[in-house]
């Protein structure tokens, strides 16, 4: 069973940061794409940053240059650096899997940002 389990939401002030980490079990993290969406309030679910097999990585324009993903293939975990939060990074932020038995998700957790 594929289980991936976020870690390290929270409250922080503007221009604060976070770093969450997803833990990843029950298949091969190494040979799969990761990433992180995020549901801000009251919207659709929205790319944030995307890491492959390869170690190539996508970042969303509009966190280009503050967020920073990363992948630990000895551990099987995906991490999202966030620097220089602002208040519209609010919302609940999920890790997402892609394997070639299908894509899982994380239960999601909750960052907030206070201005």
């Known amino acids: 069973q594929v289980q991936l389990v976020e870690t390290g939401g929270g409250l922080v002030q503007t221009g604060g940061s976070l770093r969450l980490s997803c833990a990843v079990s029950?298949?091969?993290?190494?040979?799969?794409?990761a990433g992180w969406y995020r549901r801000p309030p009251g919207k659709q679910r929205e790319v944030v940053a995307l890491?492959?097999?390869?170690?190539?990585?996508y970042v969303a324009d509009y966190v280009k240059g503050r967020f920073t993903i990363s992948r630990d293939n000895v551990k099987s975990t995906v991490s999202l650096q966030m620097d220089s939060l602002k208040p519209e990074d609010t919302g609940i932020y999920y890790c997402?899997?892609?394997?070639?038995?299908?894509?899982?998700w994380g239960q999601g957790t909750q960052v907030t940002v206070s201005s």
């Open positions: 029950g298949t091969i993290f190494r040979t799969s794409a």
């Open positions: 890491i492959m097999s390869s170690g190539d990585t």
């Open positions: 997402s899997l892609e394997t070639g038995g299908g894509d899982y």
